[in-house]
């Protein structure tokens, strides 16, 4: 069925009725006070503990780069050059009859600008099983593939590039092809758009598509994400990406990366839809950098020391805070929501907001950028840039 700017009736596609029932907390017998400050003591120290061995790992155990060791100083081309060692076997047994993606580090460099008057993005919803995490169960993440680049293997959906003032088109196609597995209907909002929502955010369901198209008219890095009720399932299930609207006249680094932080709610059994309840409780398994956790710590980015380097960053939630920080360095320039700062150690987003960070890293080594609340670093957003020195596999554990 090919339908333009057709919204289904409700009874159609009744999301409802047919998601898995939200698992909600069980309730626990209170004990007496002596057990409650004694299990409060407790939780306080695993949670210190955590956290500085976490801390320890990215600092310590990485920052003893060798001045005499050089590694190659270009980021892999492919989305699976670098993978996680022993984590291929780990993956593929089926879940429910489904085979597990097995996981593919995803290429953190900014795509290019299509080419073309009009910068054409074709959009294409796919659900799959894949892990977020080496050492958790996997989920049914529901994701957008752009212009024929799927993210498989990883809970990420493709970034867009455009310049500012670029006239875009969108064509949103909701699972057009069987090993799309959607079952659900879904929608796309762009807040780097100024349309109207109820004319050009449509819902459509299995099997169809929807074309508009809109102007770039304001700079920045936005986010795109699923507006279909309840969004906060859809979002917690993965829907959600970067645009990126690079200004005019921005001056050239010598190299843009892009991070998207995202939050992950496991389902109570593999290969399950993502969990509402712990999603309306802020209750994150995983919270990663461009869809699984961890994945620049073991294999980092590498870069060279005295390079001007720009990194993009995303917060897609869709509900927890970041503060996103470089381990090592001091941001010489940032533009955070339109906002340019000077010499800054951390930037915070809220959940949809974005921005771009400007430093050079002085000295060989290896320099962790993470989420500096450190419980949500703890969960997987951590990564490694390698200025220098070798990229080893497994450098950041």
């Known amino acids: 069925m090919n339908t333009t700017g057709s919204t289904p009736p409700d009874h159609e596609f009744p999301l409802a009725d047919t998601r898995p029932e939200p698992r909600r907390p069980e309730r626990r017998r209170r004990g007496g006070r002596g ?18 061995v976490t801390y320890v790992v ?15 100083q270009t980021e892999p081309a492919s989305s699976a050059a670098t993978g996680h060692e022993g ?37 294409d919803v ?48 909701n699972g057009l092809q069987k090993e799309m597995q959607v079952q659900y209907p879904h929608s796309v909002d762009f807040h780097s758009a100024e349309v109207a929502p109820n004319q050009d955010y449509k819902t459509i369901g299995p099997g169809e598509t929807y074309t508009f198209r809109f102007t770039a008219d304001h700079p920045g890095v936005f986010m795109y994400h699923c507006a279909t009720d309840p969004v906060l399932m859809h979002t917690a299930a993965g829907m959600s990406g970067m645009m990126l609207v690079k200004p005019k006249n921005l001056a050239p680094v010598d190299r843009e990366l892009w991070i998207t932080q995202q939050e992950y709610y496991l ?3 593999s290969g ?13 398994d995983v919270i990663a950098f461009n869809g699984y956790a961890n994945q620049y710590s073991k294999a980092p980015i590498a870069v060279k020391p005295h390079e001007r380097i720009r990194m993009y960053v995303l917060n897609a939630g869709p509900s927890i805070w970041t503060a996103f920080h470089v381990i090592g360095t001091v941001f010489d320039r940032t533009v ?19 921005g771009w960070v400007e430093f050079t890293l002085e000295r060989k080594g290896t320099y962790p950028f993470v989420d500096h ?25």
Do not use: C
Request: glycine fraction near 12%; charged fraction near 20%; hydrophobic fraction near 45%.
């Open 35 to 52: 057990g409650m400050l004694l299990s409060a003591a407790a939780l306080a120290l695993a949670l210190a503990t955590a956290v500085l």
């Open 58 to 72: 990215l600092t310590d155990e990485l920052g003893g780069g060798n001045d005499t060791a050089v590694a190659a």
């Open 87 to 123: 984590h291929a076997a780990m993956t593929e047994a089926p879940v429910g009859g489904e085979t597990v993606e097995p996981f593919e580090r995803v290429d953190p460099n900014v795509p290019a600008v299509p080419a073309g008057k009009i910068k054409k993005f074709k959009l």
């Open 126 to 173: 796919y659900e799959h099983v894949t892990r977020v995490s080496d050492d958790l169960q996997p989920a049914r993440i529901w994701s957008y593939a752009v212009n024929g680049v799927f993210h498989r293997g990883t809970g990420v959906s493709t970034p867009m590039v455009v310049n500012e003032g670029d006239r875009v088109e969108i064509t949103l196609n």
């Open 267 to 269: 389902g109570p059994k």
């Open 272 to 284: 399950d839809n993502a969990d509402l309840a712990k999603a309306e409780a802020k209750q994150p």
């Open 336 to 354: 955070v929501e339109g906002t340019v700062g000077h010499s800054v150690q951390t930037i915070n987003l809220a959940p949809s907001q974005g």
């Open 373 to 397: 609340a450190f419980a949500d670093m703890g969960k997987g957003a951590a990564g490694v840039l390698a200025a220098g020195v070798p990229a080893k596999p497994g450098m950041g554990h």
